[in-house]
């Protein structure tokens, strides 16, 4: 498998749905994930998050995005509704020995943090000479 989500995803999800703890702190973040051609894309949706309090690491062919969203609080305003999360978000990703994590690059944009991971040398299709007698005999 070349990609797959961390384990207990289902359970941030069903936390989130039900209004629990991770709901509370935002603690999700949809993401799609694709392939094309020799590079895999990660976007995960970040709405509202400064740049500079987004964190990738890569430990371990574990991918691990965390990013803070904040709300600016002013003095003498009294909130009536708040219904967007705020708080930290960490989304983990297993990434498969066939993909390069070394040459891993990472965009924000419109606020959808895009991982680009190109493919491994190493897996990509390759084409196997076939050697016969007849060359092995013409070459002696």
Excluded: C, H
């Excluded at 062919?61 to 219904?83: D, F, K, M, P, W």
């Amino acid at each position: 498998m070349l990609l797959r989500t961390a384990p207990f995803r289902t359970y941030d999800a069903f936390d989130q749905f039900f209004g629990g703890p991770a709901a509370r702190a935002g603690a999700t973040a949809p993401l799609d994930a694709y392939r094309d051609g020799d590079t895999f894309f990660v976007e995960i949706d970040l709405p509202g998050v400064d740049p500079a309090s987004i964190d990738a690491t890569v430990d371990r062919n574990v991918l691990t995005v965390r990013a803070e969203r904040t709300r600016a609080e002013r003095e003498g305003v009294r909130r009536v509704i708040s219904e967007r999360a705020t708080g930290t978000v960490t989304r983990r990703l297993i990434l498969g020995d066939s993909l390069d994590a070394d040459r891993l690059e990472a965009s924000y944009d419109a606020g959808v943090l895009t991982l680009t991971i190109p493919v491994a040398e190493k897996a990509k299709p390759r084409k196997i000479e076939i050697s016969t007698a007849q060359r092995e005999l013409a070459s002696a």
